[in-house]
């Protein structure tokens, strides 16, 4: 029940704006104006000075200062990718596929004919022809949705939506049995009651709707698609059996309940529809994946609220576990279905994407919508344009940007209808909140349409964030699990209750025999707190850094009674093999020594595919006690009956009630745990302020727009300008002035006023040569308009870090001179982070032995960049060094001689090994040089003296990015499957996104060592999803490629007929 009054705050918006025009970029862009280079020195303070969002971390000397697990996007566009995906993988990596597509597709082109192309293999024909019916009955009832609608109606039914149905129910199959008779009963009525109870005849009606073609054009067309579209989901069809009759009926009752509710969301009435204006369904389906029956009585407060049916913009806060995520599925479902526009929702790392494309996937095949992955390297920019299903892009913070600059390059912006931003407080984080804040401030400035939702379980200064947003506010104090929060100091625990007099009361001794060697090793009676809970249940234990994770873990397994060997022993000795399975062979010592006694340390130092492994046996129960660093609280969703927090650090920060509160919230989650506590362990020095942490306010949240200023000011008007959202300075100011930080400007600015710093940050980049002015007149007149230079632009599209890209021109120039081509090295480290060069430091010994081993060509490259043998000799052997080497370069060569070694090696374990770093430290350089290649390749994209790198980069970014066996390439493109899990699938004969695809959930659960029945539901429909993007990818470019250009000439005139007919005839 609901505990905490909900409350409704409403602002009026102060400002108006004015929109800025949506142009598209075709100007040509002015010369490159390249200035003078900078003074190097400076140049590199600012560098060290700025660590880049989302590379690779320090060395482990900086311990987990920031453990990040390099998990959110380190740079904002990988479009490249996404192309050579699509090109690529279209052909190549789906052999199968492109055998169909390639063979049938041109013969139907020839034929022009449907029918023949059926003939593909007897079961795809039967199984098209049926779906052609299957479509027809759907077609009797949908009501179109946009002008081509009607005569597409084939693209209704995905192959593998409809093989998705098959294996639903697989048990039953009923083609030819009494089942095939059911028949459409009240459509009123819900859905599941429906097909239980009421089984009438189909109506047959209308059914000229498919067969009505207007012109013959449109009917060649379509032939055309269909053939594609056979063709190309060929493989997935072959192996379907024919579908059922119940399945068309429930496509068709949804597409029923969907018009119905259109419609009432359309009509000013409060009928709110079956469930939330949604088909009903949606509630079989989250009963049916979610085992959600019935929303919390502030769920359903909060979605009736009037603003929210006004689609006005929402901030919604709610305690962690208070189920904020469902209010904002409900509503993005109905912007999808309904209101039939695209949706964007940012979430804060990596991992967290991955988990919600599997977890929402079968909600789109279910209900006709995509769900697309922009996360890490995936991504398509823009995105693909969806004549029918809407889309659901699922980002991080880096490419949800990414994601909106080009859907306003493209003028497409107002096709997106909502925007949802889960932990907004994490707006006032650094340069992601820096990121967060552009995003938003962009798509307020150029889309009335959208509707912008945010939610968070820790903000403080709620009226600066709805001014920025003009948005209404909603929260309350519900949380369907009690969370007790205890502390303890010594051996006494005090229950925190915010009535007693300083914020605590008493509530026991810890009463556990300690002997006095367990004293001296457990002075924080860790083990007493631990095996109070554990193995029946779980246990989180947070601690200050990485190695004290380590430690703890090892620490406790040393104390544990040997009876917890015995617990799941079988499952555990199998995460060991498995851990061995991805990590060629080796096992990390400490984990082979805890695992066996459920526990396991969890950190960056891991490699993706480890921690993956060991969250998945966390999940399951497996393991029992993760100890981990403070982003797990953030970065995965791993629940605890108990979290213990070792001490109130976070490295040597002292904790923030923001982290302490979302630590804390991984405690008792609803639907897995009935109760919840939290234990901070503190010394009594600290106890006075962790008083004042615990009754204190959380902290508020402020804007780093200005404080990052080439990742955040500079970049930002930059990417107006070139975007041309803004390019004179009235409005340039005027946008500032609606951003996070032009409404905390009064606190913020001290020195200097908006004005100021707006006139200054365009002024830092008309000298950098990245803008110009593009009128006479003072620069600091209103009127004063500015355009993008080439480098601009080049820095704009490869989102290259302001303060490095005059470097970069730089060093790309230099490379002209004497490329080394004989190997990889010198493009190599034309690629590597400049961000994570004043991180970098070298162990020399190690370098010198790796630079003895370079052959001549590549010891060439080190002198070509003024970094000689013997200088390496000297720092290793400890010897003085007169003569003056930039350490910048020399720095940057030894991470370049890490990631060669990996494109030669591609075992993470071995280079960890051979350069003695933390195996997550090098996954990350190489995640960081993956996309930063790709940033370089943009770059030079947009730069014509350098050409020759762009076919070479191409090449370079998919080493870079896979680094894997290229037969693992396809199944990683799979939401969730990394290598390990890949390797595994492909040794079990499961070779291409069409084997997952029509892969038997079961059948893998058996197969496959170590994967639950949840993990590989949630593989085969993120699979199925992504075949379905695919064939319709392709299909779409199909489409284009036939259609009729806009501007091509005479289509104006009174001959238009004429011209489009011509081109008709032409195009088969
Ligand atoms: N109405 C409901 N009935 C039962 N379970 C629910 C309901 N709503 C949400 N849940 C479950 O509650 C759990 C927590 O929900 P959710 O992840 O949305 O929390 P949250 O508010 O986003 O918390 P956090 O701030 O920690 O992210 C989930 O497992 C979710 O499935
Ligand atoms: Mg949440």
Known sequence: MEDGAPRIRRRVSVRKRNRGSLESLSAAPAPAELLPAEDPEEEEATGSRRRKTGSPEPAQENDSEEDMFGDHDSFTENSFLAQVDDLEQKYMQLPEHRDHVTDSATGALCAGDTGK???????????????????????DVRVPVGPEAGNDLLFDVPSSQILYFESMQNSSNDLGDQSTKERVGNSHKPLNEELACSRVEQPQQNNDASNVSTSSETNRRKSIKDSLKSAMTGNA???????????????????????????????????????????????????????????????????????????????????????????????????????????????????????????????????????????????????????????????????????VNSLIETGRISTLGLLVVDELHMIGEGSRGAILEMTLAKVLYTSKTTQIIGMSATLNNVEDLQEFLKAEYYTSQFRPVELKEYLKVNDTIYEVDSRAANGVTFSRLLSYKYSDVLKKMDPDHLVALVTEVIPNYSCLVFCPTKKNCENVAEMLCKFLSKDYLNHREKEKSEVIRNLRGVSSGKVCPVLKHTIPFGVAYHHSGLTSDERKLLEEAYSTGVLCLLTCTSTLAAGVNLPARRVILRAPYVAKEFLKRNQYKQMIGRAGRAGIDAAG??????????????????????????????????????SLLLSLIGLKIATSLGDIYQFMNGTFFGVQQKILLKEKSLWEITIDALRHLTEKGLVQKDSRGDPEELQCCFRITKLGQASFKGAIDLAYCDTLYRDLKKGLEGLVLESLLHLVYLTTPYDLVPQSEPDWMVYFRQFGQLSPAEQNVATLLGVSESFIGKRASGQAIRKKVDKGIVNRLYLSFILYSLLKETSIWSVSEKF???????????????????????FCEELDEFWVYRALLVELTKKLTYCVKAELIPLMEVTGVLEGRAKQLYNAGYKSIMHLANANPEVLVRTIDHLSRRQAKQIVSSAKMLLQEKAEALQEEAQELLSLPPDLPGLGDPNTEEAGSHAGEATP
């Open 916 to 938: 003695n770093l933390p195996r997550g430290y090098v996954q990350n350089l190489l995640t960081g040089a993956a996309s930063f290649s790709s940033c370089v390749l943009h």
């Open 117 to 139: 192309k059926l003939s593909v293999s007897a079961v795809g024909d039967l199984t098209a022809s049926v779906t052609n019916e299957c479509v027809q009955s759907q077609s």
């Open 677 to 714: 506590e939290s234990i901070l362990l503190l010394q009594e020095k600290d106890k006075q302020q962790v008083l004042e942490l615990i009754n204190g306010p959380l902290e508020n949240c402020y804007s780093h727009l200005v404080e990052e200023c080439t990742k955040g000011i500079q």
């Open 237 to 403: 069809k072959a192996q379907t059996p024919v579908i059922s009759r119940s399945k068309q009926l429930k496509e068709t009752l949804l597409c029923e309940e969907i018009s119905i509710v259109k419609k009432a969301i359309e009509s000013p009435s409060d009928d709110l529809g079956p469930f939330y204006s949604l088909p009903s369904k949606v509630r079989d389906l989250y009963v049916q994946l979610k085992g959600i029956k019935k929303l919390y009585d502030w769920q359903h407060t909060c979605l009736t609220l009037s603003s929210v049916q006004k689609r006005k913009n929402l901030i919604y806060s709610l305690p962690t576990s208070g189920g904020k995520t469902l209010v904002a599925e409900i509503l993005m479902l109905q912007e999808l279905l309904c209101r039939q526009k695209d949706v964007l929702m940012i979430l804060p790392y990596v991992a967290i994407v991955q988990e919600k494309i599997s977890s929402l996937s079968s909600f789109g095949i279910e209900l006709g919508f995509f769900v697309e992955e922009y996360a890490g390297s995936k991504g398509r920019f823009p995105p693909t344009k969806r004549r029918e299903k809407k889309s659901l892009y699922i980002a991080t913070i880096e490419k949800g940007h990414s994601l």
